[in-house]
């Protein structure tokens, strides 16, 4: 059976009087969280990609001996950190209905990350290449932010 049909049932029985008002509200925090799987998604996805642009734009050139610390731009670092923060809460997080704030403002924030980056550092070179890779860098905030929307939806469910 799934989440949809649980949560039909327990409204049915909450109704018919099977159940307290009570019991239903615990069996229904107990539910998994309906927008996890896309989270989750995003997030082992945010996190390989900020190790991702770590590797190449941090150790490829240290260990090619191309340049120094002071001649890494700051945008991708900042990009990747950012990634990787929103990978990291976006997994503890993702089953849990009541943090469905923090994850808005996370993937908001990531969304926003993702296109200042875009407008500072793939549009400028013009090459085609970079703007398919501009709309695949948007992907990942979409996609956290319809886990959260999903898990806010189950949140507003709960409370009516």
């Not at 260990?63 to 923060?85: E, K």
């Amino acid at each position: 059976m799934n989440d949809d049909n649980r949560l039909t049932t327990l409204k049915m029985q909450l109704y018919d009087g099977i159940i307290t008002e009570e019991e239903c509200r615990r069996k229904v925090k107990e539910l998994p969280a309906p927008g996890r799987r896309a989270l989750k998604v995003a997030s082992i996805l945010l996190i390989f990609n900020s190790s991702r642009w770590s590797f190449n734009v941090i150790l490829v050139p240290l260990l090619l001996g191309v340049g120094d610390l002071n001649a890494i731009p700051h945008t991708p670092i900042i990009f990747a950190v950012c990634q990787l923060f929103a990978g990291i809460i976006g997994m503890i997080y993702s089953n849990n209905v009541e943090k469905v704030k923090a994850l808005c403002i996370v993937g908001l924030l990531l969304l926003i990350v993702t296109m200042v980056f875009i407008v500072t550092t793939l549009l400028p070179s013009r090459f085609v290449f970079h703007l398919f890779y501009s709309v695949a860098n948007l992907t990942l905030p979409i996609v956290f932010l319809y886990g959260a929307y999903k898990n806010q939806q189950a949140k507003k469910e709960e409370l009516e």
